[in-house]
Each structure stands twice: as C-alpha cells, then as structure tokens.
C-alpha cells in the first residue's frame, strides 16, 4: 500500500471519531467510509512482470486513444477512480530526463489533457532503445509523485510513482515497436504489454 492512503485513513478516522463523540454516531459514518475508500485506493498489488522484448503498460486503466503522430505512436491509458494508481517503468533502462510542466487541470480523459495539463515526462532508454511517457494529472488527481530522477536505473515493471485519484497515462512509442493493444483494452500496469520491439 502507498503509505498516503495511510495517512489519509487516519486523518478521517480521526475526524470522523471527533465528530461522532461531539454530535452523533451516526453523522461520522461519511468520514469512515472515505478512510476505508483511502485505504482501498492506495492499494499497490504485486504484478506478474512478462519477460523479453516487450514495453509493459505503465498504468492500470481503459486504452482510451492510439495515435499515430508522424514516426511515433502515441497509447493512452485513462484511469479512473478505481483503478490502482502506482505507475510503474514500461522498459528497463536508465532514466534520462525527467521534466516537470506545469499545466491545466482538464478531465484526464479529453485529448487536450495530453498538452495542456500538468503532467511530469518521463524518458527511459536502453541500448538505443527509448520509450517516453506522461503522468499526466486530472480534475480531481491534482498530485504527481515520481520515485525516480534522472540517472536512475529501472527494471522493466518497476515502481516509479503514482497520481493521486482520476489521471492519465500517455506512452509514445518510436519506430522500433510495434503496438500490441487496441483502443478500448483494460490493462494492467507492470504486467500488460503494451508493445513488442521489432526483430
């Protein structure tokens, strides 16, 4: 479990034991509920991570777009409430570059999201080998965490961060794959593959 759903359950739990001891027990019911929900949110699942040359989704949610953008293809994963919200590497490699961007807070599930919202970009490369892709913050998911930071090494699957409630994932994928989901597909992150190196 990410150890924010922790303290978010306390901090309800907490309010929601004040309230009831000031007015009723009843009325502190609303505030346990979303301690339970926190903690059911941040949970963090181990996942089954596929061998060989594949690039694994870097976020569990719906493939909402696949598009192609001149040699690139970009894959977006919208996630929403009930999703699990680690993100975790695509490939192994090193981290090298991280780039923050401020932005706006648009529903993650729009195509203006991609350009126009806060995100953080994250590039991984190995042996020539490069995948890009975006936590990308929604209406309500309003906080990016990352683990890592440039220079990094990562296995593929590996834990990198997470986004705080509705957000969004866009993978850009070069030449040298080959995708292998459609729009409309349920993944999982860590252990769906997203795309296949060509031979």
């Not at 994963?77 to 090193?94: E, M, Q, T, Y």
């Not at 850009?172 to 795309?195: H, M």
Request: positive net charge; glycine residues 10%.
């Amino acid at each position: 479990m990410v150890i924010d759903g922790i303290y978010y359950a306390i901090g309800l739990f907490a309010g929601g034991a004040l309230v009831s001891y000031l007015t009723r027990p009843l009325f502190g019911i609303p505030m346990f509920i979303l301690g339970l929900f926190c903690l059911w949110f941040f949970r963090d699942p181990d996942r089954e991570i596929p061998s060989g040359p594949v690039a694994v989704s870097p976020a569990d949610g719906k493939v909402v777009w696949i598009k192609r953008m001149g040699d690139q293809i970009r894959v977006s994963v919208f996630l929403n409430i009930f999703d699990v919200h680690v993100n975790r590497s695509p490939i192994a490699g090193k981290i090298t570059k991280v780039e923050y961007k401020k932005g706006k807070f648009l529903v993650a599930s729009v195509e203006a999201a991609s350009s126009e919202n806060e995100m953080n970009v994250i590039t991984i490369e190995d042996n020539g080998v490069k995948v890009v892709f975006s936590q990308i913050a929604g209406l309500i998911a309003r906080r990016i965490i990352c683990y890592k930071q440039a220079g990094d090494s990562v296995a593929s699957g590996e834990r990198i961060g997470y986004i705080k409630f509705g957000s969004r994932v866009d993978i850009w994928f070069g030449p040298e794959w080959t995708v292998d989901v459609k729009e409309g597909q349920r993944v999982s992150a860590g252990s769906s593959i997203l795309a296949r190196r060509k031979a």
